[in-house]
């Protein structure tokens, strides 16, 4: 490998997965430092990968109420469809943080290439005596400490969903007489508000509905019976487009113990697959579903409860 040229050594490392450039890092300190930890080398991984087709999702540990366990891991990310699994070392490895209510965001900034944990959080609820109505919190990793996005969020947030990332951004349900979507921008740390989906009016029509991410596009699922749809926000059109209509009486996997459960769109597996993550399931399972055939299937089983799946293509080397 040494005696090729540099451009090819690139070239075949951007076929490779993270796990095996893991190895490399440690075989030659050269291609470590010129090409594995280069950012526009990690940028051109990333896109290949996406253009294959594969699908990274991130497991990330929650609190069980069983207490510290050695055994559980911050962050692990997996391969849909293959056994590869890397571990994500962090600075709170093996330790729990039991919250009361709110759920942590997890998402690239574009422009410089970091990642941030975030928390945005209703500052009342958590017993908070501010002025300020949310509370955002941001991990560092060049200094392993939190710090504070001022000013917060202008609205309430509904604490029941987790915050997910599209586009360069975390979104989450705004919470009170009317509905809409904030997004907070991971580079400038401000927020704004997407346009209001037409179809979100109430807050029993917000809980049958979950924020999502499909084809790098914000998309929102919503369940009416007998149907769940999935729609697409346009950012240049600044409108919402339905893109998926799944039958709920041809799909029984959808039905447990006599009741619905909430299935969340996490990718978009070829041209007919869609994939989805039980929630509402002790294992956390991935499923699969063919959109054609109407055929579920489970893809992934978590080993350990603590875990909740976050939908996420990263070039994961910038964090390790």
């Not at 009361?100 to 005596?129: H, M, Q, R």
């Not at 997004?183 to 927020?191: G, P, Q, R, S």
Request: glycine fraction near 4%; charged fraction near 25%.
């Amino acid at each position: 490998m040494e005696l090729l040229p540099h451009d090819v050594v690139e070239y075949i490392f951007e076929r490779l997965d993270v796990k095996t450039l893991l190895k490399f890092t440690a075989v030659s300190k050269q291609w470590k430092s010129s090409i594995i930890q280069c950012r526009s080398f990690q940028t051109r991984q990333m896109l290949h990968r996406k253009q294959s087709g594969k699908t990274d999702v991130v497991l990330v540990s929650l609190y069980d109420g069983a207490g510290s366990n050695p055994n559980i891991e911050a962050l692990r990310t997996l391969v849909v469809g293959s056994t590869v699994s890397v571990k994500i070392p962090t600075t709170w490895e093996n330790k729990f943080y039991q919250l009361v209510s709110p759920s942590p965001g997890f998402g690239k900034d574009k422009i410089c290439g970091t990642y941030k944990p975030v928390w945005l959080y209703n500052s009342a609820e958590v017993g908070l005596k501010i002025k300020s109505i949310t509370t955002c919190e941001v991990f560092d990793f060049t200094t392993n400490a939190w710090r504070y996005i001022v000013p917060a969020s202008p609205y309430l947030i509904y604490h029941s969903q987790d915050p997910v990332y599209c586009d360069g951004s975390l979104h989450w349900f705004t919470k009170g007489d009317e509905t809409n979507i904030l997004a907070l921008d991971l580079h400038t740390e401000t927020f704004q508000v997407i346009p209001r989906p037409p179809f979100l009016h109430s807050l029993l029509r917000l809980i049958e509905s979950i924020i999502c991410s499909l084809h790098d596009r914000l998309c929102v699922s919503e369940r009416i019976w007998p149907e769940q749809v999935i729609w697409s926000f346009d950012s240049e059109e600044k409108t919402w487009k339905k893109i998926y209509s799944i039958d709920l009486k041809t799909t029984p996997s959808w039905r447990r113990n006599n009741r619905w459960r909430t299935f969340t769109p996490l990718s978009v597996l070829g041209k007919d697959k869609l994939l989805f993550y039980d929630g509402e399931s002790s294992d956390g399972p991935l499923v699969t579903l063919d959109l054609r055939t109407k055929y579920c299937d489970i893809a992934y089983k978590c080993k350990v409860k603590a875990y909740k799946a976050l939908c996420y293509v990263p070039s994961l080397i910038s964090i390790l």
